[in-house]
């Protein structure tokens, strides 16, 4: 099996920008999909966006347009560049795997099997 570990998690202003990591404690990174959920007390865990093995991504609508999922096969990790930071933006972060993602819809919690243990982001006004 597969260990999550998220990194990159701050506070930071409205409109702001940081960078999230998620780094496989093996090297089966390259067959997996990788999400991005999020999570505010008391409130569901929301898909942000995800990237398959191959390279496609999906975006939520939420972070469309301001954030980027992106994966560094050389170092088995997973990024989430966030941009434009909002504080709605606030939330637990995090990073799941899973064997293929289709995108046939959104993808949901219950369709990752791996999950770190979250890194905490809060955005400011």
């Known amino acids: 099996q597969i260990q999550l570990v998220e990194s990159g998690g701050d506070s930071a202003p409205a409109g702001g920008s940081l960078t999230l990591s998620c780094a496989p404690s093996?090297?089966?990174?390259?067959?997996?999909?990788m999400g991005w959920f999020r999570q505010a007390p008391g409130k569901e865990r929301d898909w942000v966006a995800a990237?398959?093995?191959?390279?496609?991504?999906k975006y939520a609508e939420s972070g469309k347009g301001r954030f980027t999922i992106s994966r560094n096969n050389a170092n088995n990790t997973v990024y989430l560049q966030m941009n434009s930071l909002k504080p709605e933006d606030s939330a637990r972060y995090y990073c799941?795997?899973?064997?293929?993602?289709?995108?046939?819809?959104?993808?949901?919690?219950?369709?990752?099997?791996?999950w770190g243990q979250g890194t905490q982001v809060a955005v400011s006004s």
């Open positions: 799941a795997a899973e064997l293929t993602c289709y995108f046939t819809g959104s993808p949901a919690e219950a369709d990752f099997y791996y």
């Open positions: 093996t090297y089966s990174y390259n067959t997996y999909c």
């Open positions: 990237i398959n093995s191959d390279g496609t991504i």
